[in-house]
């Protein structure tokens, strides 16, 4: 059965960052593409971006665009996504779904537990 | 990309029948027949519950329904039970080929 399993927990201080990984089973990893969706406190969910684990592509949202960066590990069926230069409104639980295996644009299907990420001085 | 509108709450009885409603653009839930829905209890992983506007994945109650109309899709919940309290979302394929979820919908059972 397919199974996305996130790292834990974390504490940030402003301005700091934070890389959270994936591991991915069940299926070929290589085979969907990863994305990234958050939700802070009270808010609905975003979408950050996705990975191509095949290739290494990234396509990113535009709010994110040079603060985030995905990542892959083939050899390990693992995901990352790194958060750079974090403010307080970055805190939220972040997760890693895959992408569906109709296709890129019918969404994504399974998804991790989720990472809680706190930012706070 | 701004995020598709939902309720922020919907409430029944047992037995009723409930829909919650996410309106976005042509360039997204109006554009495309890739609206999914997604069912999520706190401190849970989200569940995939509709995916291309109306199908069900193997596994979902036939209990949820979903479908489109212009600009807004709609998912429905007949039959509402206990255990269909809980966050629902809608996400949809945009015309920049980047992903979009809803405001969110807290369902109630009354």
């Known amino acids: 059965q397919v199974e996305l399993v996130q790292s834990g927990a974390e504490v940030k201080k402003p301005g700091a960052s934070v890389k959270v990984s994936c591991k991915a089973s069940g299926y070929t990893f290589t085979g969907h593409y990863m994305h990234w969706v958050r939700q802070a406190p009270g808010q609905g969910l975003e979408w950050m971006g996705r990975?191509?684990?095949?290739?290494?592509?990234?396509n990113y949202a535009q709010k994110f665009q040079g603060r985030v960066t995905m990542t892959r590990d083939t050899s390990i069926n693992t995901a990352y996504m790194e958060l750079s230069r974090m403010r307080s409104d970055d805190t939220a639980v972040y997760y890693c779904a895959r992408n569906s295996e109709l296709g890129t644009r019918s969404g994504v299907d399974y998804w991790g537990q989720g990472t809680l990420v706190t930012v706070s001085s | 990309q701004s995020a598709l509108t939902q309720p922020a709450s919907v409430s029944g009885s047992p037995g009723q029948s409930i829909t919650i409603s996410c309106t976005g653009t042509?360039?997204?839930?109006?554009?495309?027949?890739?609206v999914s829905w997604y069912q999520h209890h706190p401190g849970k992983a989200p569940k995939l519950m509709i995916y291309?506007?109306?199908n069900r994945p193997s596994g979902v109650s036939n209990r949820f329904s979903g479908s489109k109309s212009g600009n807004t899709a709609s998912l429905t919940i007949s039959g509402l039970q206990a255990e269909d309290e809980a966050d629902y979302s809608c996400s949809s394929y945009t015309s920049t080929s980047t992903l979009v979820f809803g405001t969110g919908t807290k369902v109630t059972v009354l």
């Open positions: 291309d506007v109306s």
């Open positions: 990975i191509s684990p095949n290739s290494g592509g990234t």
């Open positions: 042509s360039s997204d839930v109006g554009g495309y027949n890739y």
